[in-house]
């Protein structure tokens, strides 16, 4: 299993990137997909998640408002909507599927892609 990341770059302040998280071999309709991200010097957070349902979102307080996750069905691919980024934005972002099937848990980590907001 494949989970593939991508979607990063550099922007200036204020900008706007969507990450993707697409996978090969599995469905990620029936997994929990979580963005986390490093930045330097720092300790890998969770930023955003949406469940297998599509039910329920979450975001960190810290990009609550700017960033939106969404899931495309058909090309079996999340994404990380980022709008008005900020120079704290700056991390290597991940994507991370999660499946609990009886008392068997399945779960992938993407390779990550490095975000660079500046100016």
């Known amino acids: 299993v494949q989970l593939q990341a991508s979607g990063g770059g550099l922007v200036q302040p204020g900008g706007s990137l969507r990450l993707s998280c697409a996978a090969s071999s599995v469905d990620l309709e029936y997994y929990a997909i979580g963005w986390y991200r490093q930045a330097p010097g720092k300790e890998r957070e969770g930023i955003s998640c949406?469940?297998?349902?599509?039910?329920?979102?979450y975001y960190v307080e810290s990009v609550k408002g700017r960033f939106t996750i969404s899931r495309d069905r058909v090309k079996n691919t999340v994404y990380l909507q980022m709008d008005s980024l900020k120079p704290e934005d700056t991390a290597v972002y991940y994507c991370y599927a999660v499946s609990v099937t009886g008392e068997v848990l399945s779960d992938y980590w993407g390779q990550g892609t490095l975000v660079t907001v500046s100016s």
């Open positions: 949406i469940s297998s349902e599509n039910r329920t979102t």
